[in-house]
């Protein structure tokens, strides 16, 4: 044999040797990664059950339950919410006129109507008018009353100390203790449960007429999907439970909670009596995996129609009804595995169906298990077989097994009701596949020349680097991410090119361009577009940045003093260049690649990106230069800024709180910022007159501040407050 077959053949089998120690490594590392559960990995897990549901929802049965929703028809019936007291007492009366056997109210009910007498005889401090109301009945009264024997569960919500929650938030155990927790088994079941400390309850007038008292907190996940019910939460050391689980037990009749566990956790939570007894199975926290089902239109009823008596009794004979809102400017809305919002009432109601009819979905406790015995059994059949046959028996071997991981975890789902990761395990198998086939070093190069080149093109070059360095934060497919965005354009700019060689304008812009870029790659922000002489830039994107919504604002106000500087030079050189308008506004936007195979771009969509457009453009109107929006300004701290107004800008339905930072103002040209804040908060509050008075002083003193200017001349068109509608962009 000569020299160079031996040689040959040594290299073969230490390339043989490389790639089963590559397979190895393979299985070891997935096996690592699985006992880790990166945040990437649970993402996948969560994914793959979502596509399940989207697949083969659940089949929408008729059961017991039934939404009395107060929906925008409602509203637009009987007025904007929140309702008196006595319009919530008459629904309840209706519903249990109507037959309801239990009615659970998804709405907090943790202030005193302010629309009662009392609460009239106070604001209008008429001793005839006093007299005359105080006759009349408290309209919690009226509530509590008219809930005495109604089967009414009530609704609170719990959170952490450390959490911004309102002044009627108190701390400690339940106000009336409507259930006895019976705990079976060796366990202490409390300590995996999701525990609060803190609690906001209703009125006790109202909490002595009611037959419960349930949580209405949902835990969702990393990207605030609802997926799991609670059962059970934790309250200092006191079990509660969650509003369905309690309507559940007062629809039952039943005292007792049954919680058995072991050391893992929860097993299972029994509700009613031997006759009525249903014994739910739980996870280890006490939850039920949600399986959302068809939307059917005899699930909902709407309020107005319970109200005005066109609900028939035979809807409501003998039901659980559970009142809630899917009216948006209530904000009780959460994201379902569509990613569409649904009502938060919607997710009690389904948990309550899933209960009344047994209808499970199981994640088995010996899932993470058998899934890692999948993973190492998968990747290193596939990778030895990769080894020894040629790519195309490989490559069919490959997949026989994922399909077959596939095919199994559907059966399981469809059939069985039993949610199995077998996603992660097959994208282990096919990285095996990869590895073993000896074009792991190819792809891997490969894949780096791709990033390289693609993010070179459409991202901040200081950004690319970290990128490289870490690829587990690229995501090329669009995900959810809060960012913050910076709009610039330049005033007058058309005009200008129209007016001047465009040679020439076009070296002013690129000079321009080149110092607002370097002041956004000084601040790691990553450059989103630039049209014109208009330059887009967002934060947080695609590397998450905690503080993107102050490195947002500090870009933006040392961009607005590089354009002040650069617009007065090229102006003394006779050159009649614009002042820079810019707006900041930060949000929940979808961010990845979009377009083709041909052609793709890097981008954000969402409507916090339309906002910072419409605050830059509204600059000209305003007279300002930056106009930051209240979202960026709860993130940034030691900014001086005076505030602009409410701003609601063209197509849009709410008001925005705008500000304008001091630093991007002229200090020779603008009122004292005390002054200017005394004079905001008479026109805030409503007293027009002195907010007249106190900028008619301020501007006779400062006739060429732009807001001053603009308050005074709405306040003489006959304005009351500080909102501003904008009817042009």
Request: proline fraction near 5%; charge should be neutral; hydrophobic fraction near 45%.
């Amino acid at each position: 044999m000569s020299r160079n077959r031996r040689a040959a053949r040594r290299s073969g089998n230490w390339t043989q040797i490389s790639a089963l120690l590559l397979v190895l490594c393979a299985a070891v590392g997935s096996l690592v990664l699985w006992r880790v559960d990166p945040v990437l990995m649970q993402g996948i897990r969560l994914a793959q059950f979502d596509q399940m549901q989207r697949w083969h929802p659940r089949p929408y049965v008729q059961t017991a339950v039934r939404v009395v929703d107060i929906d925008a028809a409602s509203l637009k019936a009987y007025g904007q919410w929140p309702w008196p007291r006595t319009r919530i007492a008459e629904l309840v009366q209706r519903l249990r006129a109507a037959g309801a056997n239990t009615i659970g109210l998804d709405i907090l009910l943790t202030e005193p109507d302010r629309t009662s007498p009392k609460a009239m005889a106070e604001l209008w401090q008429s001793p005839q008018l006093s007299a005359q109301l105080q006759g009349l009945p408290d309209h919690d009264d009226v509530l509590a009353q008219a809930m005495q024997g109604a089967g009414v569960v009530l609704g609170t919500f719990f959170s952490d100390s450390d959490s911004a929650r309102p002044a009627t938030t108190v701390s400690g155990g339940l106000p009336k203790q409507f259930y006895k927790p019976v705990k079976l088994g060796t366990a202490n079941p409390e300590a995996k449960l999701y525990k609060f400390d803190t609690a906001v309850w209703p009125l006790p007038i109202l909490s002595a007429g009611a037959s419960g008292l349930g949580a209405l907190n949902f835990i969702p996940d990393g990207d605030s999907v609802v997926r799991r019910a609670p059962l059970l939460l934790r309250l200092g050391d006191e079990f509660v439970p969650s509003l369905s689980a309690e309507v559940l037990r007062v629809a039952q009749g039943a005292r007792n909670l049954i919680v058995n566990s072991d050391e893992v956790g929860v097993v299972n939570v029994q509700i009613g009596d031997k006759v009525k007894k249903i014994v739910i199975p739980t996870n280890a926290k006490g939850e039920i995996w949600l399986h959302y089902s068809e939307d059917r239109t005899n699930r909902f009823i709407s309020a107005a129609q319970v109200l005005n008596g066109m609900a028939g009794d035979l809807q409501l004979k003998d039901t659980i009804v559970l009142v809630g809102t899917s009216a948006p400017g209530l904000f009780d809305l959460r994201y379902d595995p569509w990613g569409e919002l649904i009502p938060g009432v919607k997710l009690h109601a389904l948990a309550l169906e899933q209960m009344l009819l047994g209808h499970y979905l199981d994640r088995p406790k010996l899932a993470k298990g058998a899934e890692a015995l999948l993973l190492l059994l998968g990747v290193l059949s596939v990778g030895l077989v990769a080894l020894k046959a040629r790519f195309w028996v490989s490559a069919v071997t490959t997949a026989t097994v994922i399909f077959a991981l596939l095919g199994g975890a559907w059966y399981a789902f469809t059939v069985e009701h039993l949610l199995l990761d077998v996603l992660n395990p097959a994208l282990a198998v096919l990285l095996s596949f990869v590895l073993a086939s000896g074009s792991h070093h190819l792809v891997t190069e490969r894949e780096r020349r791709w990033v390289r080149l693609a993010f070179s093109r459409y991202v901040s070059p200081n950004r690319v680097a970290h990128l490289m360095a870490n690829p587990e934060h690229l995501r090329l497919s669009g995900r959810r991410q809060a960012c913050s965005f910076v709009f610039t354009d330049v005033a007058g700019f058309t005009s200008l090119i129209e007016s001047r060689d465009p040679a020439q304008v076009v070296s002013l812009l690129n000079e321009y361009l080149e110092g607002m870029l370097e002041i956004v790659f000084k601040h790691e922000g990553t450059l989103e577009r630039i049209m014109g002489d208009a330059v887009a830039v967002l934060f947080s994107a695609p590397v998450p940045q905690a503080d993107y919504r102050q490195r947002a604002l500090d870009c933006a106000l040392e961009m607005d003093l590089f354009a002040a500087a650069y617009a007065r030079r090229v102006q003394s050189e006779g050159v009649p260049w614009g002042q820079t308008r810019i707006g900041v506004h930060c949000g929940e936007v979808i961010v990845g690649n979009f377009g083709g195979k041909a052609l793709f771009d890097y981008r954000a969509l969402g409507d916090p990106i339309n906002t910072a457009a419409r605050l830059e453009s509204v600059n000209r109107h305003l007279g300002t230069r930056v106009c930051v929006s209240q979202a960026v300004m709860d993130g940034c701290l030691g900014v001086p800024v005076r505030a602009v107004g409410r701003l609601v800008l063209k197509g849009k339905q709410y008001a925005l709180q705008a500000y304008e930072p001091l630093a991007a103002t002229d200090a020779t040209l603008c009122a004292v910022p005390a002054d200017y804040a005394s004079a905001m908060v008479l026109l805030q509050s409503g007293d027009a007159l002195a907010a007249l008075t106190a900028f008619e002083r301020m501007a006779s003193q400062h006739p060429h501040d732009p807001l001053v200017l603009l308050h005074l001349q709405r306040l003489r068109d006959g304005a009351v407050d500080d909102q501003i509608v904008m009817t042009e962009k």
